[in-house]
């Protein structure tokens, strides 16, 4: 199993890194444009790679697509950050050009590639790469809904005083501070609705806080973060490369599901081998569906920014 990550920064290492360290896979190639920059990445990892027990081969690559040749997996990190006060979809000026790019030669080297875009705007980089692309829907995925949920189980843990183990929920919806749409209602603590423990103050604090989370850290750090971002990206690398047939949300393109057409969104897919297996549609009261499509009014407003 190789895999290829596009960006060898802050998000693209840390992916590298979880991969590595979760053991499954043969190869991970590093290719960014800053000349020495990937390489260097790649020889300090796999310097960890005797101190955390994992076998497989990290190598890096300034700007060499021959590098990525036959990757089952690649994952598009390139691009800029935000920056604190700055919204994701501000980058699309740059993104757009640099993801076009970075999709059109990934796959001239692994035609039977299976794309993940987390470069931001996601879910309008994710549209791009359909654009630009021939590759079948099931193969092109975007990275958002995965991070975003893990980012709403923090603070529901946080909330309930609970140990995140028990607790579970999803965000799906655009993946941005208006966009996402957290489902609070179905939200649980080992099955037991989350409504049972909190009151509905506390609920909507916890899901003001989730929709923010990227921003809060972005204010923290001066950029934007990595570890969590890092292992979503693995965990959808993992789903795909071990077959584990798993369901996260992501941005896929949708076809009448959710009453959406023509627009990646994120919505819960099920991830295999072949990529997506299956879009799973959930039952949505009229309050959730409403937020989705509003959403999706968003999605399309930042995709019409696009000049393809
Ligand atoms: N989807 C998500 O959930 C999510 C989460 C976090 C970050 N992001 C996005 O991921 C992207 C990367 O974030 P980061 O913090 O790793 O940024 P970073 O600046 O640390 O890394 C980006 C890397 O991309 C490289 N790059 C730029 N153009 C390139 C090209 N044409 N080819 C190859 N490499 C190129 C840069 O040299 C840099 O090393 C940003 O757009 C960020 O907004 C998305």
Redesign the pocket.
Known sequence: MKVTI???????ASCAEYIAIKDFASEVVL????EG?AEGKAMDLMQTASLNGFDTKISGTT?DYSKTANSDIAVI??????KPGMT?EE?IGI?AG?VK??ATNLIKHSPDVILIV???P?DTMTYLVHQVTDLPKERII???GA?DSARFKYRLAEALGAPISDVDGMVIGG?SDTGMVPLARHATRNSVKVSEFLSADRLSQVVEDTKVG?ATLTKLLG????YA?GA?VSALVQAIACDLKKMFPCSVLLDGEYDLNDICIGVPVILGRNGIVKIVEIDLDKAEKAKMQESAEGVRKTNGLLQV
């Open positions: 596009v960006g060898a920064g802050a998000v693209g290719l960014d444009i800053k920059y700007g990190t390139s691009g800029i950050p935000r994701r980058l993104n640099i790019d970075v987390v470069s931001n996601m975007g990275m958002g991070l993946h990227g950029t934007s973060a990595w971002p979503a």
